[in-house]
């Protein structure tokens, strides 16, 4: 069962690392095709997207509670549909023109990674599964204490604790990974750092 629900909890670290960087590289794109678009849409996507990708940031800065994740997706939303709306207007306004389709594409591409992003910080091993965890790792020790107990020879107990310590820690480490805001293991930001430090640069 340790086993078992490990290799759940890395492989759900694994694919939060993943939607950071996919989210981090479809926003650079992004950017990077914002500086096609003809004045003044240019310079406003880029305020937009250097305010997009310092939400996300923010929030890994901190605990976030739930109403500050909620907040911060609300706000994220609506620099989205602000995106969108400019780019179809300017699409409207000539709808021959490369660099708009490919803005449009690219940012629809950023929305969908962000619900990705979203997706795969919410999937958590299910505390059940921590319960049974806890339940096997007590009965097994007390089990093993009390037949160590029993034996008339020499008692030799340091086996017993270090494997107690042991068990104790793996699953201790299993719930760390499980918590991507909370726990010492985090995901690295460093994609998104770099975005927006590059966003930063593009603005003048």
Request: charged share 20%.
């Amino acid at each position: 069962m340790i086993g078992f629900s490990f290799a759940i909890a890395l492989s759900r670290f694994e694919a939060r690392r993943d939607a950071v960087l996919n989210e981090a590289n479809a926003i650079g794109t992004t950017a990077l095709r914002a500086r096609l678009l003809p004045a003044p849409y240019d310079a406003e996507a880029l305020k937009s997207l250097r305010d997009y990708v310092q939400l996300r940031l923010d929030l890994t800065q901190r605990v976030a509670s739930a109403s500050d994740v909620k907040a911060a997706i609300g706000r994220s939303n609506e620099i989205q549909e602000t995106l969108w709306r400019n780019a179809m207007a300017l699409a409207a306004k000539d709808t021959g023109m490369v660099p708009t389709g490919l803005f449009i594409q690219s940012l629809n591409e950023m929305i969908d990674n962000q619900g990705k992003h979203l997706e795969a910080t919410r999937g958590r091993v299910p505390n059940i599964v921590f319960v049974a965890l806890y339940g096997v790792a007590v009965v097994a020790f007390t089990l093993a204490g009390y037949a160590n107990g029993l034996l008339e020879e020499r008692r030799v107990r340091l086996p017993v604790y270090v494997m107690a310590v042991l068990v104790s820690a793996v699953i201790l480490l299993i719930q760390d990974l499980d918590r991507p805001t909370a726990g010492s293991i985090r995901v690295s930001q460093q994609p998104m750092i770099d975005t927006a430090a590059s966003i930063a640069a593009y603005i003048k």
